[in-house]
């Protein structure tokens, strides 16, 4: 897509992957609270678009489209945290969970069961579920946080940063390793559904049919997988390690 002096058409691009953008917007939707609002996340696509394509213009040799979808996804998932659009109440419970998470894993030497964490929490095990399920749009962005977009290449985000930092990419590897490490120990079950969820791209209905559980399970299981990644990689430090290396947001946890 040049024009008749050869430069690229920006302006065309633009034009003919804004419904790439709304379709990736609505696709974030279908995983977030009703309390987002989509007009929030195309806008903040649409910049990712234009970021991309003013990369790719620097001479990125990755297939445009494939390279757009990352940076899309990528605006979409800092808008959000930026944002604060999630309570603080349960931003608070979700670091209790991880670090509840953290602490019987060293202590018992396993992955700690929903009645050992409810208990360590000091709550009914029918209210430390309901905390993972109201945890579903907060899990879904700060997964991302572990760079395991399907779409998303590791040496093709970092070939478009000029001026990438070496020890930077070698923490990036070290972390998808020791995420492959974490997910391998996760309880079966768990494993399961981040595999039909992230693999297989099914929803949390679908995924509901195949376990035999409601939805609304599946939701808590994502949620507690997650929880468990997230100390495990991070160290029960989770929100601190997140955000080494990125540049500072009006809001991070």
Sequence with gaps: MYDAQGNLDKAHLVEAYAPLVKRIAY??????????????????????????????????????????????????????????????????????????????????????????????????????????????????????DFGQDRNDDFLERHLAQQDANPLDLLEDADMRRRLVSAIQVLPEREQLVMALYYDEELNLREIGAVLGVTESRVCQLHSQAVARLRSSVFGGDAPAAARRGRPPKKQQT
Aim: negative net charge; charged residues 25%; hydrophobic residues 40%.
């Design 27 to 144: 696709q974030l939707m279908a995983r977030l609270p009703a309390s987002v609002e989509v007009d929030d996340l195309i806008q903040n696509g649409m910049m990712g678009l234009l970021d991309a394509i003013g990369r790719y213009e620097d001479g990125l040799g990755a297939q445009f489209e494939t390279y757009a979808v990352q940076r899309i996804r990528g605006a979409m998932l800092d808008g959000l945290r930026e944002a604060d659009w999630l309570p603080r109440s349960l931003r608070r419970d979700m670091r209790r969970i991880e670090s509840a998470i953290h602490m019987l894993e060293q202590e018992y030497g396993r992955a700690p069961t929903e009645g050992e964490l409810a208990e360590s929490l000091g709550v009914p095990l029918a209210e430390y579920q309901h905390m993972l399920q109201e945890a579903r749009g907060y899990q879904l962005v700060y997964f991302e």
